[in-house]
C-alpha cells in the first residue's frame, strides 16, 4: 500500500542554523504534499504545502522541496528560532481524502 | 475557513467504562471527516473516515466505533474502554481545498 518514509525521527539543531526533514514516498501518482507542525498537546497545524507541478516553494524561513522523479520532498527551515520546536509531519496525498503520513520529526532547537 | 471543535480536551476514564468524544466543524458543508489516534511521542493512525451522514470506513479493527449523525458532527464511542484506548485523539476534515486537512485541538484519554 502507499508509505511515506520520514527522516530524521529527531533532529536538534542550534539556534540560528538550518533544519532539514526528509520524505519519501511510494505511490507515483500522489500529487500533493503538506506539511504540518505539532506543537505538544496541541492538533497538527498545516504550515506549508506543495503540489506535484512545483518544485519548490517558499514562505518567509521555511521551503519545501520535490522531486517527483526520485518521489523525494523535504522541509527546510532557515535561521531556526526555540519556537520552531515540535513535531513536523509530511504527508501524501494521492487526489483522493486519504492522506498518508509520515512518522514525524522532533525538532529541538537549542538556544 | 473552517473550525473544528472537541470535547472534552481531557479524560481520565478506568478501564471497562463507556467513551464518546465529540467533533464538530464550523465554516464548511459536506466535509470529509476523520478520527485519529496518536500514542505519546508517535505517528497519526487513522481510526475512521466519513464522506456523508451515516457513512463511516474503519481503518483498523479495534474497540472504537464512529458515528456521523449530522453533516459536521462526528463522534467517536466504545461500549467497554481497554488500557492500550489511551492516547490523543484528533479529529480532521477536508477544507474548502479538498486535498488539505485541517485538525481541532484533540482530546487526550488516560484509561486507568
Known amino acids: 500500500g502507499e508509505n511515506v518514509e520520514q527522516h530524521p525521527s529527531t533532529l536538534s539543531v542550534q539556534e540560528g542554523d538550518s533544519a532539514v526533514i526528509k520524505c519519501t514516498y511510494s505511490?507515483?501518482?500522489?500529487?500533493?504534499f503538506p506539511w504540518y507542525k505539532q506543537e505538544l498537546g496541541k492538533g497538527p497545524q498545516l504550515i506549508i504545502d506543495?503540489?506535484?507541478?512545483?518544485g519548490e516553494k517558499k514562505d518567509q524561513r521555511i521551503a519545501v522541496t520535490l522531486n517527483k522523479t526520485a518521489k523525494h520532498f523535504s522541509l527546510h527551515i532557515t535561521e531556526t528560532q526555540p519556537e520552531d520546536s515540535a513535531v513536523y509531519f509530511c504527508?501524501?496525498?494521492?487526489?483522493?481524502?486519504?492522506?498518508?503520513f509520515g512518522a514525524g520529526t522532533r525538532l529541538f532547537v537549542k538556544a | 475557513s473552517q473550525t473544528i471543535h472537541q470535547w472534552p480536551a481531557t479524560l481520565v476514564q478506568p478501564v471497562g467504562s463507556p467513551l464518546s468524544l465529540e467533533c464538530t466543524v464550523e465554516?464548511?458543508?459536506?466535509?470529509?471527516l476523520y478520527w485519529y489516534r496518536q500514542a505519546a511521542g508517535r505517528g497519526l493512525q487513522l481510526l475512521f473516515y466519513?464522506?456523508?451522514?451515516?457513512?463511516i470506513s474503519s481503518e483498523v479493527p479495534q474497540n472504537l466505533s464512529a458515528s456521523r449523525p449530522q453533516d459536521r458532527q462526528f463522534i467517536l464511542s466504545s461500549k467497554k474502554l481497554l488500557l492500550s484506548d489511551s492516547g490523543f485523539y484528533l479529529c480532521?476534515?477536508?477544507?474548502?481545498?479538498?486535498?488539505?486537512?485541517?485538525f481541532g485541538p484533540g482530546t487526550r484519554l488516560l484509561v486507568l
Open positions: 465554516g464548511t458543508s459536506n466535509p470529509n
Open positions: 480532521a476534515c477536508h477544507g474548502p481545498i479538498a486535498e488539505t486537512q485541517y
Open positions: 504527508a501524501a496525498i494521492t487526489g483522493g481524502f486519504k492522506t498518508i
Open positions: 466519513s464522506v456523508g451522514i451515516g457513512q
Open positions: 506543495i503540489r506535484s507541478n512545483v
Open positions: 505511490d507515483s501518482a500522489s500529487n500533493y
